[in-house]
């Protein structure tokens, strides 16, 4: 079993950055596919992005190609989430999650096993 931590979240202009963090306790981080999700109010919770268990794939929403980067430290047992050129339509609670075992990329978020609890981030106009 995993715990997800996540933390960077906060109050940001639009056109500003942030980077989100998740720490992940126990000693199989790396055999674990991750994901970011968000939900906004009202809204469903969406996928973001995910990488799989060694960094080597990653996969984006459309809405976030190309201003969102997510990346891996398997030693820190940490996943990061940089999000760049924020608009206020990324406002949102941003989730990370896992996926137990070496599988492809996920989208979908009954592919995920563990959730962390949230981290707010908004973004004004």
């Known amino acids: 079993q995993v715990q997800l931590v996540e933390s960077g979240g906060g109050l940001v202009q639009a056109g500003g950055s942030l980077r989100l963090s998740c720490a992940a306790s126990g000693r199989t981080f790396s055999s674990y596919g991750m994901g970011w999700f968000r939900q906004a109010p009202g809204k469903e919770r969406e996928f973001v992005g995910a990488i799989n268990w060694n960094g080597g794939s990653t996969r984006y929403a459309d809405s976030v190609n190309g201003r969102f980067t997510i990346s891996r430290d398997n030693a820190k047992n940490t996943l990061y989430l940089q999000m760049n050129s924020l608009k206020p339509e990324d406002t949102a609670v941003y989730y990370c999650?896992?996926?137990?075992?070496?599988?492809?990329?996920?989208?979908?978020?009954?592919?995920?096993?563990?959730w962390g609890q949230g981290t707010q981030v908004t973004v004004s106009s």
């Open positions: 999650a896992a996926r137990r075992g070496l599988h492809p990329i996920a989208v979908l978020r009954s592919a995920y096993d563990y």
